[in-house]
T-cell receptor, first 112, second 116 residues
Framework: GENVEQHPSTLSVQEGDSAVIKCTYS??????FPWYKQELGKGPQLIID?????GEKKDQRIAVTLNKTAKHFSLHITETQPEDSAVYFC???????????FGTGTRLTIIP | DVKVTQSSRYLVKRTGEKVFLECVQD?????MFWYRQDPGLGLRLIYF???????EKGDIPEGYSVSREKKERFSLILESASTNQTSMYLC???????????????FGAGTRLSVL
């Protein structure tokens, strides 16, 4: 099965600065790479995803980059705001596999 | 909007009790999942179901069972609760991913279970 590592486990950044979270996976057959955000008291929610035929995808202040050769992908958040404080999970998978294997999570704290 | 509803936000049970956690989704999704979430361990899959009356073991099924009698409802059962089952339990649902090249799961808000 997929072995997923996520770093760092905690991250504190000053409001307005950028944050980067990295996810490393083991299964070279993985072709779908999502990031989920879990706010306090809520379940995780998909915020951005990328497929293996694309190297980068951006949606306003968040972006995901993929390095298939090295088997890792990263979440980038620019101009961070207090509402970005949350736990973030990666979940690399094959899109035909209905299951997801989640990373251990990164707790991001934005310091006002 | 997809809505996944878990019946309880907080539950306190005693060791040895039989515990039912209920989950209902309103989007006619085929797939449903139960995870537990523990600090430092992320989300770990307990059981999932592809269809009514179908179930598959996830990564940590020991001590749990599930039931899916109706498409919209997926229940997690702790036959005899133990203190090491104290955790946050999350339910999720998803449509089949093959046709759209994606695998998106929609989560409930979670049930925090304490076993004393």
């Amino acid at each position: 099965g997929e072995n997923v590592e996520q770093h760092p486990s905690t991250l504190s950044v000053q409001e307005g600065d950028s944050a980067v979270i990295k996810c490393t996976y083991s299964d070279s057959a993985s072709n779908y790479f999502p990031w989920y955000k879990q706010e306090l008291g809520k379940g995780p929610q998909l915020i951005i995803d990328i497929r293996s035929n694309v190297g980068e995808k951006k949606d306003q202040r968040i972006a995901v980059t993929l390095n298939k050769t090295a088997k890792h992908f990263s979440l980038h958040i620019t101009e961070t705001q207090p509402e970005d404080s949350a736990v973030y999970f990666c979940a690399p998978t094959q899109h035909v596999d209905e299951k997801l294997t989640f990373g251990t999570g990164t707790r991001l704290t934005i310091i006002p | 909007d997809v809505k996944v509803t878990q019946s309880s936000r907080y539950l306190v049970k005693r060791t040895g009790e039989k515990v039912f956690l209920e989950c209902v989704q309103d989007m006619d999704h085929e797939n449903m999942f139960w995870y537990r979430q523990d600090p430092g361990l992320g989300l770990r899959l307990i059981y999932f179901s592809y269809d009514v009356k179908m179930k598959e073991k996830g990564d940590i099924p020991e001590g749990y069972s599930v039931s899916r009698e109706k498409k919209e409802r997926f229940s997690l059962i702790l036959e005899s609760a133990s203190t090491n089952q104290t955790s946050m339990y999350l339910c999720a649902s998803s449509p089949p991913g093959q046709g759209i090249g994606k695998n998106i799961q929609y989560f409930g808000a979670g049930t925090r279970l304490s076993v004393l």
